[in-house]
């Protein structure tokens, strides 16, 4: 009998907790995301040496995320110049990672667009800036994905462009997935337990 009523309690908990928005749990989200941040990228799969480098110095609840990384190798090629795949892979992570901040998760990249404007010099400071501009939105045809607009901008501390770039990015996961990483959205607990495997 106890464990009936046990297992309604908890059911009637998940409801109520699953119904709550995410968004509102968006500022506690972004309030702990740059201590998560390396947790994400060690998750993707896209996570080597080159990021190890970068420091998070803020997000926000909607989804932008800033902070500042040294040009060096293996930022850098052989010839000193900024390496366009390692700027790629920049690119990538941390919109990703604004779309997790902003609530959204189980999207992969569909495009990504990447423009060098100037080099950087070996040792320099760069501000890096990832943000959503378009969050997903449910389509109305049943056969399209959800898909999000990104956008990032890497720069010198004087404000002055070194890269600029663009992502597309779809929702693939499974309704299974989706339900999971709707109820860590959604009960903070829950996530702090799946983060701290």
């Known amino acids: 009998l106890w464990a009936i009523a046990l297992a309604l309690l908890l059911a009637l908990l998940g409801l109520l907790v699953f119904l709550l928005q995410p968004k509102r749990l968006a500022a506690r989200r972004a309030r702990l995301a740059p201590a998560r941040l390396t947790t994400f990228l060690e998750a993707t799969g896209g996570f ?24 060096a190798r293996p930022f850098l090629d052989e010839e000193d110049l900024l390496s366009e795949g390692a700027a790629a892979l920049l690119l990538d992570s941390l919109t990703g990672f604004a779309l997790w901040a902003s609530g959204f998760s189980g999207f992969v990249t569909a495009e990504l667009g990447l423009k060098i404007e100037e080099q950087a010099r070996s040792g320099e400071q760069m501000l890096v800036r990832a943000w959503v501009k378009e969050a997903p939105v449910k389509p109305t045809d049943p056969r399209l994905r959800e898909q999000a607009s990104l956008a990032f901008e890497l720069r010198r501390e004087d404000g002055k462009l070194l890269a600029q770039g663009h992502q597309t990015m779809v929702c693939i996961a499974s309704r299974r997935q989706r339900l999971s990483w709707a109820l860590q959205l959604r009960c903070p607990p829950l996530q702090d337990f799946v983060w701290s495997r």
Request: aromatic share 4%; net charge negative; proline share 4%.
């Open 48 to 71: 080597d040496g080159l990021l190890r480098g970068f420091v998070c110095r803020s997000v926000s609840p909607e989804g932008e995320v800033s902070g500042e990384i040294t040009a």
